[in-house]
């Protein structure tokens, strides 16, 4: 983890010590569904069993209600009943998701979970950020444990996707992906969203 990705780190872990006891007695708690400790919630990624446990991550914006900075937060399961919270591992602390650990999925195979997700990046300049400005990177995270989580590397950037491709595998993916398919040129502000397609004995890797 780089200078930047600790100094999130930390001001996770503030937010969340600061606001625990008010949040944990508010009326308005949910007892069964799972909740981030504090902020704001957004959609479920990466869900997936490993090593005999389950595993959900979720996009997390846990030092506003509003929004905000975006990361990964990760909650896990043995029985799909108690759920423990483990911390925030996918941190918008590089260039290529510099604003915003976005919608992913998980793959699990040969003793590793394999994470891919969405880099979000909002260029400078006049933009509405909806139909311009705003670039989405494909993320490559790799793990052998479930907990410590390591960025192998961005390999579709927003220009790429746009333009629509099929990349060959690369030895960088350590799964052996056969390919990576775009079925049709999209628009930057569609965003890339990852994720995996069973076909018999092909793994494709869908935008």
């Known amino acids: 983890m780089n200078e930047l990705g600790e100094k999130l780190k930390q001001q996770i872990l503030d937010a969340e010590k600061k606001q625990k006891a008010a949040i944990a007695s508010s009326p308005f708690r949910a007892a069964f569904h799972l909740m981030p400790p504090v902020g704001w919630l957004n959609d479920p990624n990466g869900l997936?069993?490993?090593?005999?446990?389950?595993?959900?991550?979720?996009?997390y914006s846990p030092l506003s209600v509003d929004g905000g900075m975006k990361a990964w937060g990760h909650h896990i399961s043995k029985d799909m009943i108690v759920f423990d919270y483990e911390g925030a591992p996918l941190l918008p602390d590089e260039d290529f998701d510099r604003d915003g650990v976005y919608s992913g999925c998980a793959w699990v195979e040969n003793g590793k979970m394999h994470l891919y997700y969405t880099g979000n990046v909002k260029e400078k300049g006049e933009?509405?950020?909806?139909?311009?400005?705003?670039?989405?990177?494909?993320?490559?995270?790799?793990?052998?444990?479930?907990?410590?989580?390591?960025?192998?590397?961005?390999?579709?950037?927003?220009?790429?996707?746009?333009?629509?491709l099929i990349l060959a595998s690369s030895d960088k993916?350590?799964?052996?992906?056969?390919?990576?398919?775009l079925n049709s040129p999209v628009e930057i502000s569609e965003y890339a969203k990852p994720y995996i397609s069973f076909f018999s004995s092909l793994k494709i890797a869908q935008i």
Do not use: M, W
């Open 173 to 181: 993916i350590s799964c052996k992906l056969p390919f990576v398919i």
């Open 48 to 59: 997936c069993q490993f090593q005999g446990v389950y595993h959900i991550f979720f996009q």
């Open 127 to 164: 933009h509405d950020y909806i139909h311009s400005g705003r670039g989405a990177n494909v993320v490559y995270v790799s793990s052998e444990d479930g907990i410590k989580f390591k960025v192998i590397f961005s390999f579709l950037t927003g220009a790429s996707i746009s333009e629509g």
